[in-house]
Structure formats: C-alpha cells, structure tokens
C-alpha cells in the first residue's frame, strides 16, 4: 500500500498543501520553543560564568546544607590565603562585592567594589587599557560606566562607604577592564581594589560569595583537597564544584529549578498543535470522502480493511514527515536569524548563543509526525468501514457526516456547566486557580456543544446579511451544508480567536486595575533624592521640563518621636514647605500644617506627640510610599538641624504623559539632577513600568497566539478548495444556468466570510467574559477592580480575520471560476 499511497500523494498534491503548511509552523513553533530553552540555558552560562569561566573549580557556600543550629558559612580572605597554600592548588581568588558611594566632580553614583588579584587572573576580569592595581589608592574601573562617567586611565575620583558619606577617600583610576555580561552585576559600575586594600575597606562586610580555584594539575585531585580543606574547618555547607556544575547550579537558582519562559511557550505550541490538529483531521475527512468511489473500488479488487486503513496512514505519515522536518529546519533559522538580529540591535547582548540540542529535533520531529498521524485515525476508520458494493452506487457530491451524538451532547454540557460554576466561584472569591480551572474545563465543553450553535450562528447571520442576494444566499446555504466541516473548520480559529481576546481584554482590565491601586497608594508622582542634590537648586531647573506640572524641594531629617503610649521611633521625616508641597500631592491630606506631625504611624491612636522633649499635634495617615512630613516652620522651631540628611524634590507629573514620554522625562530629571536614573521613583514610574510589562506581555502573547490564528485561516482556505472541488459539478451546474462568474466568486468569498466571521465574533465574546472573570479573579483582592474592554483592539481581531477569510476565498474562487460549465459537468 506504500505505492498506493505515494501516488495518491502526488494525485492529490495540491489537497495536502494545506496540511503540510499547517503542521510545519505547528512543529516549527515547537521547535522554536525547545530551541529557546536550550539557547536560553547556553546564554545564560556565558554571563552567569563570566566571573569563573576560565576557572577549574568553585566553592561555594550553599545555604540548604547548612545546619538548623548554625549559620551559612562566610568566607573571607583569610580563606583565600590557606587555600592558595594548598600544593594541589594553582592559584585562587575571591569573587565578592560590596556597595559603595563614587563621586566625580559634581556626579555621585552608587558602585559595586570588588577585590582583584594581579597574580591571579585578574580575578576574572579582561583588562583593555592600564594595568591593574598595586597600591591601596589604586583602582580599575568597568569600561562601559567609565565611558558613562567620563572616566579614564590617570583621573583621580572619591570613594566612601555606603554607612558613612562623609568620609571619602581619593583613588587613582589605573586600568579599565570589561564590563561584565553577568546580569546580576552588569547593571551597576564595576570598581575593583587591590585585595588587601578591599578586605581593610570593606572591614565586617568583607565577604566574598564564592572562590574560583585553579588546579595544580588534576582537577579531580585539586577538587577533593580543597573539599577536604573545607571539611577539616568544620565548614560543611561549602561545595566545591567544577565551573560547569557551577553554572548549572546557578541558571538553577535564577529559574527555580524550571524554565517558566518555555512552560509559558510550551503552553501556546500545544495550542497550536491542537488547531494543527483539527486542520489535518478536517482535511483528511474531506478528501477521503471525495475519493469513495476509488477506496471502495479498491475493496471491490481485493483490498482489506487494514490495507485501506494503511494506506491512508501511510499518506498521513508521509505528510508528518516532510512537513515536520520542514518545520524544524524553520525553527532552527528563525533562533538563528533572531538571535543574530539580538546581538546587532544590542551589543551588550555579544554573549547571546544559538543551542541546538538533540531533545530540541527530536521531539518536534516526533510530534509532529505522530499528530499528523493520529488526526488522521479517525478518518482512516472511516475510509475502512466502506463496502465494497458502494462502488457501484450512483456518486454524488461527498458528504462527511460529524453531528453531535448524544453522549457528547451531554458530556460537553455538563463540563461547560461544572466549568462555569467554578469559573463564577473563582472570580466572587478572588481564587484564581479555582477559576482557572473552571476555565480549563467550561471551554473544552464550549468546544465539544459547537455543532449545536456554530452552524446555526453561520445560517442566521447570513440569512440576516445578506438578503435577497442569490450568490449570499447559496453561501449561506452552503456553509451549513456539512454542519460537522463548518463546525470543525470555525472552531480552530474559535480557538485561537477565543484566547487572544481574552488576554487583550485581561490583560487592559488588569492595567487599569492596577494603575488605579497605584494612584491610591503613591500620593507624589515622582521624587528624586540623594544626599549630594541641592534641592533648592535643582527644583527650579526641573519645573522647567516639559511634562512637569509642579515641583516642591523637601529635605529628609532625623526626627525622634515619643508616643503617649510609651513607644518610640526614630526616623527620617520630610521637611517641606507646605504651599509648593501641597501643588504636587494628589491628596491635600498629606499636607501637614504648622505645628503638626503628619506619621505614618497609622495603627497610633493619639492627637498629640514629643519631638525633641517638645509637644506637637500628631495626626497619621494611612496612605502608603509616604514619609512623615513636617512643615518647615514646625522643624525650626522644634530644633530640627537642617545640616544633616538628604535633600530632594517631589514632582507632580502632566497626567497625558504616555509610557515612553515618562521614560524619558526619569532620563532627563536625571540629567539635571545629576543623579542616577534609580534614584527616581514614584507613582508614575511605577505605573509606566507595569504597564510596559503588561503591554509587552500582551504584544508577544498576541504575537504567539496569531499562529494559532495562521494556522486557523490556513484551514478556513482549506476547507474552501476543497468544498470548491467537490461541488465542481455542482457549481458547473449553476453556471450553466445563469449564474456569472462574479457571482460564483462572490459566492464563495461570502461563505468564507460568514465562517472567518461568526468564529471570530463568537471568539472576541467568549475570550471577553473569560478575560473579565479571569482578571477579576486575579486582582480583585488587591483592591477596586477596573474593567476596560479595548474595543478597537477587538475590532482590529474581527477586521483582520475578516480580511483574512476573504484573502482566504481568492484562490478558490478563481479555480472555481475559471472552469467552464461543459468541463465542470463532466466532472466525476
């Protein structure tokens, strides 16, 4: 049957075209999605690793092996040094940072200083210009933030501990060495001292996070001398392992121990595999009933049941194959082409790597083949039950017979209600796994109830829409022709339509949801501090950017406070001119007046206070992100220095202000302050950020979706050609009495319409009430729940599956056109 079954392949080429497309960008999303793990993993050990690539071992303290009744282990210099003494070892060197404040001129920052050793390996890093440094007032610097900085071999900056400002030290840039590509340190400067002058620096927080040790000469050897050193120090939650374990152990750690980014994507492949699916068995149902007359010929010549069965499995397999391994040679040069165009869009991002493993071709290559396979079972039984003698009736146009029975009547109604209840409960109770799950079981039941009402959807719109026209009324007609094909093509992209709307609309109300907590909770917009800003200087420059509203300049003082119940506190108050102050704050009630405290120390039930042995009214507040907040009058005359503490500004932001305006006006306050872009924080930024999150989040989960969609309207042409190819004698019929050919097109382009549309309508509905429950479920516990529904967006889904349906009907309809009558009716 092999032979039967390539020859069918190559007779009935142009049927399969479609399954071919739909299963290669099916299994070429799966493999995208493999490919993604393994070059995510890859990526990861060239910048977690960067600190110990070059290394043979590390030792490392691991928490979890420590001991209820003690401590995690530190390790320090001292460790260092006994190590280096070990004849087993060539060299080592301490890996560990500390925080610390770097002024230059006028700039302050905030940087990450580290120990380096000249005799060791740099201690990981590359040196580009100087050298590194010897003396105690020497340090390197990354390059990447000295050119921020505008430093360079010979300057001459200032250094003080992040616990006391005052003290500041001046040092010698002596050399510039690469800028990390580990994204837990890259972020911020790099400064690194010579190791005795760090561990003198540092003082108590001297220590170090992991050592990277070279072996003498075997590595196996050098690793159990050192895990002996450790073990006879009593230090028994260090771990001393090689630099790849190392690596695994902390792409572990950053990721829980699972990959969330390829569960996510692995979620949407099977959503697309599952539309793959209902094309392929669409597909095969069709074509296998328009060749009746051939298998059943076939049974009449001697062929058994199990050889008709096989041989259409054979076609299925044949297809599985060619398609899968077009799909995975796809996936390969999409990671490739996108992880190209990464590293040219974003140098930074040099370290990206393409992984290609085994498990990433094979799976894709099975899956796919194996579907393709199984969604042609049911059609292949099919094909196995016919008669011989059905070989000798009279053939008409095919039919495929799909209704729903009565076991999945009942079935699909009684998930979708158990579904619902539990959707409903979720969502009043704020249980979103609960609601999930309703989710995950009301829309299989949806889907297995959808020849009761996509049919009869099709024929009412139609009906509605299009009148008297004869080619709208034969579309009508025949879109409900075979209710189990139109059935089944409309729920593929039911499916795909369904989930994107849902997130859409999910994902706006949650934006909304959470801008308004937001606002609620972030009285200011945005406040830039720092200890080095002259308020009162910079406030003036920064009302004159575009985008601010208002300004107010504040300092931060310690105030020590006592309560009538006998607690305390002592804690930095704002100190701010209540006029300007009161221009900025949403909430005129966290505006304190002369001689009152404002305290966030809302759970204190008193009128009154002692600040500095002196009375004053006390009033609290319960609104977050605020500090307590004194007048000026009232600090100076409780005696409140005003030498000491930071200084900042708070800004009310213009609220038209889009995403990326706030972004930009953060990097130009910044700029006039001269500070960095972290020590800029408010409501406003706050609200920028999570809605950056959720509209990237929507675009690529939009993004994933619309594969499902493609494959959807692959099936929606699909379906036309070869409806098209069983009704030529049907439409040769039509022609030959009267109806034109821009009839017969119009015909078919308004039965793909009515099918693309009423899935998408039902889609945009069912993923809207989802999206609504779903976000109510997740949020409504944060606190007053927002709903917006993005109409436009919506819109814009419908539009396009519209257009694409239509696009859909082209092709089909020029064949069916271009046939002339004479030629059509003596069709078989």
């Given amino acids: 049957m092999l032979q039967v079954a390539i020859a069918n392949i190559k007779t009935y080429a142009r049927r399969y075209i479609a399954v071919l497309l739909a299963v290669a960008i099916g299994t070429a999303f799966l493999g995208a999605t493999l490919a993604v793990d393994s070059s995510t993993r890859a990526t990861l050990k060239n910048s977690l690793g960067d600190s110990y690539k070059n290394a043979d071992l590390v030792a490392s303290a691991d928490w979890e092996l420590t001991p209820n009744d003690r401590d995690t282990s530190m390790l320090s210099m001292d460790t260092v040094r006994e190590i280096r003494d070990l004849p087993e070892v060539s060299g080592v060197y301490g890996d560990g940072v500390m925080g610390a404040a770097l002024r230059?001129?006028?700039?302050?920052?905030?940087?990450?200083?580290?120990?380096?050793?000249?005799?060791?390996?740099?201690?990981?890093?590359?040196?580009?210009?100087?050298?590194?440094?010897?003396?105690?007032?020497?340090?390197?610097?990354?390059?990447?933030?000295?050119?921020?900085?505008?430093?360079?071999?010979?300057?001459?900056?200032?250094?003080?501990?992040?616990?006391?400002?005052?003290?500041?030290?001046?040092?010698?840039?002596?050399?510039?060495?690469?800028?990390?590509?580990?994204?837990?340190?890259?972020?911020?400067?790099?400064?690194?001292?010579?190791?005795?002058?760090?561990?003198?620096?540092?003082?108590?927080?001297?220590?170090?996070?992991?050592?990277?040790?070279?072996?003498e000469k075997d590595v196996a050897q050098t690793q159990a001398a050192v895990a002996e050193y450790f073990h006879g120090k009593d230090l028994v939650d260090v771990v001393v392992n090689t630099a790849d374990e190392q690596v695994l152990d902390d792409v572990a750690s950053m990721t829980g121990g699972t990959d969330q980014l390829t569960i996510i994507l692995l979620v949407f492949a099977l959503v697309a595999l599952i539309v793959t699916g209902l094309v392929v068995m669409n597909t095969f149902s069709v074509v296998i009933a328009q060749r009746t007359r051939e298998l059943a010929l076939l049974r009449t010549l001697g062929a058994k049941r199990a050889q008709i069965r096989s041989s259409v499995l054979i076609e299925a397999l044949l297809i599985g194959v060619i398609a899968s391994v077009v799909g995975v040679a796809l996936a390969v040069a999409l990671m490739a082409g996108l992880i190209q165009l990464l590293r040219n869009l974003v140098p930074e991002m040099s370290y990206a790597t393409l992984a290609v493993d085994a498990r990433g071709i094979i799976i894709p290559l099975a899956v796919g083949i194996v579907m393709t396979v199984l969604a042609a079972w049911l059609p292949a039984r099919r094909a196995m039950s016919l008669a011989p003698l059905a070989a000798l009736r009279p053939f008409d146009a095919a039919?495929?017979?799909?209704?729903?029975?009565?076991?999945?009547?009942?079935?699909?109604?009684?998930?979708?209600?158990?579904?619902?209840?539990?959707?409903?409960?979720?969502?009043?109770?704020?249980?979103?796994?609960?609601?999930?799950?309703?989710?995950?079981?009301?829309?299989?039941?949806?889907?297995?109830?959808?020849?009761?009402?996509?049919?009869?959807?099709?024929?009412?719109?139609?009906?509605?829409?299009?009148?008297?026209?004869?080619?709208?009324?034969?579309?009508?007609?025949?879109?409900?022709?075979?209710?189990?094909?139109?059935?089944?093509?409309?729920?593929?992209?039911?499916?795909?339509?369904?989930?994107?709307?849902?997130?859409?609309?999910?994902?706006?109300?949650?934006?909304?949801?959470?801008?308004?907590?937001?606002?609620?909770?972030?009285?200011?917009?945005?406040?830039?501090?720092?200890?080095?800003?002259?308020?009162?200087?910079?406030?003036?420059?920064?009302?004159?950017l575009e985008g601010i509203e208002s300004v107010?300049?504040?300092?931060?003082?310690?105030?020590?406070?006592?309560?009538?119940?006998?607690?305390?506190?002592?804690?930095?108050?704002?100190?701010?001119?209540?006029?300007?102050?009161?221009?900025?704050?949403?909430?005129?009630?966290?505006?304190?007046?002369?001689?009152?405290?404002?305290?966030?120390?809302?759970?204190?039930?008193?009128?009154?206070?002692?600040?500095?042995?002196?009375?004053?009214?006390?009033?609290?507040?319960?609104?977050?992100?605020?500090?307590?907040?004194?007048?000026?009058?009232?600090?100076?005359?409780?005696?409140?220095?005003?030498?000491?503490?930071?200084?900042?500004?708070?800004?009310?932001?213009?609220?038209?202000?889009?995403?990326?305006?706030?972004?930009?006006?953060?990097?130009?306050?910044?700029?006039?302050?001269?500070?960095?872009?972290?020590?800029?924080?408010?409501?406003?930024?706050?609200?920028?950020m999570f809605s950056q999150i959720i509209d990237v989040l929507l675009m690529i989960v939009s993004g994933l979706l619309a594969v499902a969609v493609l494959i959807a309207l692959i099936g929606v042409a699909n379906t036309l050609s070869l409806s098209v190819l069983e009704r030529t004698r049907e439409n040769a019929l039509l022609r030959a009495l009267g109806l034109k050919k821009k009839q017969l097109r119009s015909m078919l382009a308004t039965e793909a319409v009515l099918i693309g549309g009423v899935a998408a309508l039902l889609g945009l509905i069912l993923g809207a009430v989802y999206g609504l429950l779903g976000a109510h479920s997740a949020l409504s516990s944060v606190g007053s729940m927002s709903y917006e529904i993005p109409w436009l967006q919506l819109a814009a889904v419908l539009l396009v599956s519209l257009l694409a349906a239509l696009l859909a009907s082209i092709t089909p309809g020029r064949r069916a056109a271009k046939l002339s009558p004479v030629e059509g009716l003596a069709t078989e």
């Fill in 104 to 215: 230059t001129g006028d700039n302050g920052y905030t940087v990450m200083l580290q120990p380096i050793s000249a005799e060791n390996k740099l201690s990981g890093m590359s040196m580009l210009e100087g050298r590194a440094p010897l003396g105690a007032d020497e340090v390197v610097i990354d390059q990447e933030h000295a050119e921020q900085m505008g430093l360079s071999v010979a300057d001459t900056v200032a250094l003080s501990s992040m616990e006391d400002n005052a003290k500041m030290r001046e040092l010698k840039v002596v050399g510039i060495v690469e800028t990390t590509t580990d994204p837990m340190s890259s972020s911020f400067a790099q400064l690194a001292m010579q190791e005795d002058a760090w561990e003198r620096f540092a003082g108590e927080n001297a220590q170090l996070n992991r050592l990277v040790i070279d072996a």
């Fill in 552 to 688: 107010s300049a504040y300092t931060m003082r310690t105030v020590a406070t006592e309560f009538p119940d006998g607690s305390s506190s002592e804690e930095y108050a704002m100190v701010v001119d209540p006029e300007s102050y009161a221009s900025v704050v949403h909430d005129e009630q966290i505006v304190p007046r002369d001689g009152e405290l404002l305290s966030t120390w809302w759970q204190i039930e008193a009128d009154h206070a002692t600040v500095n042995g002196q009375p004053v009214k006390l009033r609290t507040t319960s609104a977050s992100f605020v500090s307590n907040t004194l007048t000026e009058n009232t600090a100076a005359k409780l005696g409140i220095s005003d030498k000491e503490g930071m200084s900042g500004v708070a800004i009310k932001v213009d609220p038209s202000l889009s995403n990326g305006a706030v972004t930009e006006l953060v990097e130009s306050i910044a700029d006039v302050a001269g500070v960095e872009n972290s020590m800029i924080s408010g409501g406003v930024t706050e609200k920028a």
């Fill in 399 to 544: 039919s495929v017979k799909n209704r729903a029975g009565l076991v999945r009547i009942i079935f699909g109604s009684l998930l979708t209600l158990a579904g619902a209840a539990l959707l409903a409960y979720g969502a009043l109770n704020s249980e979103l796994l609960i609601a999930f799950a309703g989710g995950l079981l009301s829309f299989p039941g949806i889907l297995m109830l959808a020849s009761l009402f996509v049919p009869a959807t099709v024929f009412g719109i139609g009906k509605l829409l299009t009148g008297r026209s004869v080619a709208g009324r034969l579309a009508s007609l025949n879109a409900v022709r075979n209710p189990g094909r139109t059935t089944a093509t409309a729920t593929a992209l039911l499916i795909g339509v369904t989930l994107v709307s849902m997130i859409m609309v999910g994902g706006q109300s949650a934006k909304a949801t959470l801008n308004g907590s937001i606002s609620g909770e972030y009285p200011i917009d945005l406040t830039v501090a720092q200890d080095t800003l002259t308020s009162d200087s910079v406030a003036p420059k920064l009302a004159e």
